[in-house]
């Protein structure tokens, strides 16, 4: 199997040569579980770094200084580590939530980079929002526009927005994420786009910058985003045409990465190549149609930035071959990594150290009482007993999915970096998960 950038297996300096473990940067999977215990989220400082400058770098290449912004979506990981991580090598951030604004301000971020996408926020949030001046609201019906501009005016001030438009294209990625067909609850529809900007330039307490979709994740091609562009494009010709100038143009997340799963057969876009044909394609439209006034490119990648810096560590608990299927009882479950049980998610899986057992195939499953609690499915593995595995690709929609199904307090994440370890949350406690509940009175 191949591994992720920064995972490698090599033998430990001063121990037996031929025992190959698996390095995190400078790190063993084996000493992490030891040091913070198991289930355990690890994470790549220097792989963030190397996924956050593949795009800022390709934007600078193709468009110059200036020419975009890297608003790093939230809901991938939020952890404040990660978050201030970004922030400091210039992100801005795309929040689904007040509670992830909340995030993106403790960790350092800035308001005045953050553009805010959802299809149900509420008016409290508009308004938190608004007092610190965010970038931009990613509005996603006429009825929402109608709420931001009352809420804007009885603040006072005027609201930033995008309208989130759906192109109808189909990402040929799994329907639960696939966001932009007509039949997804998400964003104006494109032929009721042209009206709802209409609508939009006549608010007076809103004020119209930018468009913006966001097809789906995971997409393994990068020709569904180019003509969901394509159609954007073409709706910014006939904005202008009436008179509505925007400023920026959003073409959301959505790049897939490598889970290690052969079986799917299709490589993942490199995010260089999928930049410069962005470019390209906006570098030729205007300077035939749009008299040449830039208009700044926003992308918001979540998965993309973090999905393959992070891996899932767990122990063995229990072996229990049978005549038709062998469990491998481990110690983290779908409540710790919900991908697998929710959309037949598949994670590659590294043991730690490379046994000599014999190999055998194997279901890895949690301790959940559900069916469904499977993590991985008929995996040829060498496992034994209190063995340490690594579920891999788990840094995007890992923790931030986790819940406390089962009363299990959420595992801890660390970051590597160098030969360092950084405790950057810490395990709950089932006091924690008490703690806000109450006994009814006599
Ligand atoms: C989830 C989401 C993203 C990030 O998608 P990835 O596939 O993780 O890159 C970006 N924009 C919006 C609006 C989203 O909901």
Known sequence: MKLPPFFEYRAVPGQNQSQQELHIEEVTALRLAESFSTPLYVYSRAALIDNFHAYAEAAQLRGGPNAALICYAVKANSNLAILNQFARLGAGFDIVSGGELQRVLAAGGQASKTIFSGVGKSREEMRFALEQNILCFNVESISELHRLNEVAGAMGKRAAVSLRVNPDVDPKT??????????????????????????????????????????????????????????????????????????HLDLGGGIGIAYGDEESGVTPVAVGSYLARVFARIGAW???????????????????????????????????????????????????????????????????????????HWD????????????????SLAVSEGDVLALLSA????????????????????????????????????????????????
């Open 286 to 360: 205007r300077a035939a149609q749009y008299g040449g006034t830039p208009i700044k490119l926003l992308f918001e990648p979540g998965r993309s930035l973090v999905g393959n810096a992070g891996a899932l560590l767990t122990r063995v608990e229990y072996l229990k071959p049978g005549a038709s299927k062998n469990f491998a009882i481990v110690d983290a479950a779908m409540n710790d990594l919900m991908r697998p049980a929710m959309y037949e998610a598949w994670h590659g899986i590294a043991p730690a150290v490379l046994s000599e057992v014999v190999p055998k």
């Open 174 to 247: 799994h329907p639960y994420i696939s966001t932009g067909l007509k039949e997804n609850k998400f964003g104006v529809a494109f032929e009721d786009a042209l009206q709802a900007y209409r609508e939009a330039v006549r608010l007076p307490h809103l004020r119209v910058t930018g468009i913006d979709c966001h097809i789906g994740s995971q997409l393994l091609d990068d020709s569904p985003l180019l003509e969901a562009l394509d159609k954007l494009i073409s709706l910014i010709d006939t904005l202008s045409r009436e008179g509505i100038t925007l400023e």
């Open 395 to 442: 840094g995007a929609y890992g923790m931030t999915m986790s819940s406390n199904y089962n009363t299990r307090p959420r595992a801890a994440e660390v970051m590597v970096d160098g030969d360092a370890m950084h405790l950057i949350r810490s395990r709950e406690t089932v006091e924690h998960l008490l703690s806000g509940e109450q006994l009814l009175p006599d």
């Open 364 to 379: 890895i499953v949690g301790p959940v009482c559900e069916s469904g609690d499977w993590l991985a499915r008929d995996r």
